[in-house]
Antibody, heavy 123, light 107 residues
Framework: EVQLVETGGGLIQPGGSLRLSCAAS????????MSWVRQAPGEGLEWVSL???????FYADSVKGRFTISRDNSKNTLYLQMNNLRADDTAVYYC?????????????????WGQGTMVTVSS | DIQMTQSPSSVSASVGDRVTITCRAS??????LAWYQQKPGKAPKLLIY???SLQSGVPSRFSGSGSGTDFTLTISSLQPEDFATYYC?????????FGQGTKVEIK
């Protein structure tokens, strides 16, 4: 079964660090573009970061310089290292798999999502 | 950054109604647009990609159209399971961005 399972969320004080993990099954993270998307309580979706199969990475302005996306191909796991956390980073964090169609055409959409992990930044 | 503006923010509709949601990009994004459905406490679900292509397994009552800056998601005959929040997302240029969401509520 193709699925993503996020772990690593929790309560953290402002200025602290946390690493989220996203374990994939049924496909290889290194063969797909992968993203992190977050959703603050009661709010909409916010794209956070992306890593392409070739290794290029991109970030939202709000997290640039503080968050780092990476992957471990041997563990088939995506990560999000979050440093210098702020109260406005409080959200459910989803990992998502990039969508391809036809003979491996890239769509820029996300077709498989994890269940999300809650990060609460508070003193 | 490209801003994605959805309208309306919410809509009240009845089962069987035709519902149309609009998404406008602050600059042209060709057809690099996706639509998602999200129910409370659940992850988003991909409905439409490349502005008008229906994702596998999604009912044909959902359709998407548009290119450039103006896009629409149409539900041709609203079903009870369609009451949810809908988001558009652009993938033309980084940072990728979502619309603010449109909540479809029961009338």
């Amino acid at each position: 079964e193709v699925q993503l399972v996020e772990t690593g969320g929790g309560l953290i004080q402002p200025g602290g660090s946390l690493r989220l993990s996203c374990a994939a099954s049924g496909f290889s993270v290194n063969n797909n573009y992968m993203s992190w998307v977050r959703q603050a309580p009661g709010e909409g979706l916010e794209w956070v970061s992306l890593i392409y199969s070739g290794g290029n990475t991109f970030y939202a302005d709000s997290v640039k310089g503080r968050f780092t996306i990476s992957r471990d191909n041997s563990k088939n796991t995506l990560y999000l290292q979050m440093n210098n956390l702020r109260a406005d980073d409080t959200a459910v964090y989803y990992c998502a798999r990039g969508h391809y169609y036809g003979s491996r055409s890239y769509s820029g959409a996300f077709d498989i999502w994890g269940q999300g992990t809650m990060v609460t930044v508070s003193s | 950054d490209i801003q994605m503006t959805q309208s309306p923010s919410s809509v009240s509709a009845s089962v069987g109604d035709r519902v149309t949601i609009t998404c406008r990009a602050s600059q042209g994004i060709s057809s690099w647009l996706a639509w998602y459905q999200q129910k409370p406490g659940k992850a988003p679900k991909l409905l439409i990609y490349a502005a008008s292509s229906l994702q596998s397994g999604v009912p044909s009552r959902f359709s998407g159209s548009g290119s450039g800056t103006d896009f629409t998601l149409t539900i041709s005959s609203l079903q009870p399971e369609d009451f949810a929040t809908y988001y558009c997302q652009q993938a033309d240029s980084f940072p990728w961005t979502f619309g603010q969401g449109t909540k479809v509520e029961i009338k």
